[in-house]
């Protein structure tokens, strides 16, 4: 059992940066390495979407193409916390950014939604247009 509670969104201007943070609690005999870590997002009226990936030991990433060179994830695995920086920030990146746990030692397929086993409550970003 993962519990995961993202953090750092907020209200920003186009142009500016954000930083989310997305704290796992892992249950005893799994450890937060364990897990293949998503970030997803849901815009009003559209389905969830994928934004990023990064593999157990962080040294492997894969991002969407409308925020490649924009956004980077990244973990720190002795602080069972994954990030996403967000720069430059666009309206169309007005969303509600869920992090998600896949219990996998492979990192393939980190696209689909279905395949992740633990979601977070969500955090908002709004980016006025």
């Known amino acids: 059992q993962v519990q995961l509670v993202e953090s750092g969104g907020g209200l920003v201007q186009a142009g500016d940066s954000l930083r989310l943070s997305c704290l796992a609690s892992?249950?005893?005999?799994?450890?937060?390495?364990?897990?293949?870590m998503g970030w997803f997002r849901q815009a009003p009226g559209k389905e969830r979407e994928f934004v990023a990936a990064?593999?157990?030991?962080?040294?492997?990433?894969y991002y969407a193409d409308s925020v490649k060179g924009r956004f980077t994830v990244s973990r720190d695995n002795a602080k069972n916390t994954v990030y996403l920086q967000m720069n430059s920030l666009k309206p169309e990146d007005t969303a509600v950014y869920y992090c998600?746990?896949?219990?996998?030692?492979?990192?393939?397929?980190?696209?689909?939604?279905?395949?992740?086993?633990?979601w977070g409550q969500g955090t908002q970003v709004t980016v006025p247009s």
């Open positions: 998600a746990a896949r219990r996998s030692s492979m990192f393939v397929r980190p696209t689909k939604p279905n395949l992740y086993d633990y």
């Open positions: 892992v249950a005893s005999g799994r450890t937060f390495t364990d897990y293949v």
């Open positions: 990064t593999s157990t030991s962080g040294g492997s990433t």
